[in-house]
């Protein structure tokens, strides 16, 4: 069955940085697009990134463009999100998500606080 | 950028009711529209893809419908279970991002 599952969340300093992996597993990884999206506490969904299949093409949006970076191992089966110049307004529960998407991970909190 | 409006930010209904949920889009998203389903502390789960197709596993009294702006979930008789968040989605294919609705809180009455 298809899994994915994240890791790396944490409590970070504002300015700081932080790693999120998702580890995916059950289908074929490299066949897929992938995202990442957060919700805030007590909030809605945000769309955060996206990476084709062969990491090709990389889009962001707005709110973390210049300071996150996505990317993807297919020989690995994983994905990544490289977060810098962490801000309050990040704290969030990361999801990785494949495709449109149909399947999410259980997500990884992410605490940005002094 | 594509805008996913939903209605009502809060239903509130009895087991066994009928509910309707509606998502219109700020412009034409033809076919490409997704529902989700969020209890709280889990994650979202896909109930229908491209406005009418049911996601695997996903019972029969959940149905989408609507094409262009306007889209509405329907839920036929409501069970315990089916009280939680529901969140309209919209894909771009270029260039590539997704957009989510606020959010309809289906709660118990």
């Known amino acids: 069955q298809v899994q994915l599952v994240e890791s790396g969340g944490g409590l970070v300093k504002p300015g700081g940085s932080l790693r999120l992996s998702c580890a995916a597993s059950g289908f074929t990884f490299s066949d897929y697009y992938m995202s990442w999206i957060r919700q805030a506490p007590g909030k809605g969904l945000e769309w955060v990134s996206y990476i084709s299949s062969s990491g090709s093409t990389i889009y962001y949006a707005d709110s973390v463009k210049g300071r996150f970076t996505i990317s993807r191992d297919n020989a690995k089966n994983s994905l990544y999100l490289q977060m810098n110049s962490l801000r309050a307004e990040d704290t969030a529960v990361y999801y990785c998500?494949?495709?449109?998407?149909?399947?999410w991970g259980q997500g990884t909190l992410v605490t940005v606080s002094s | 950028e594509v805008v996913l409006t939903q209605s009502p930010a809060t239903l509130s209904l009895s087991p066994g009711e009928r509910a309707t949920l509606s998502c219109r889009a700020s412009?034409?998203?033809?076919?490409?529209l997704a529902w989700y389903q969020q209890k709280p502390g889990q994650a979202p789960r896909l109930l229908i893809y491209d406005a009418s197709n049911r996601a695997t596993g996903i019972p029969a009294r959940f149905s989408g419908s609507g094409s262009g702006t306007d889209f509405t979930l329907t839920i036929s008789s409501l069970e315990p279970e089916d009280f939680a968040v529901y969140y309209c989605q919209q894909r771009s294919n270029w260039p590539p991002s997704i957009t989510f609705g606020q959010g309809t809180r289906l709660e118990i009455k």
């Open positions: 998500a494949r495709g449109s998407p149909d399947y």
């Open positions: 412009q034409s998203v033809s076919s490409y």
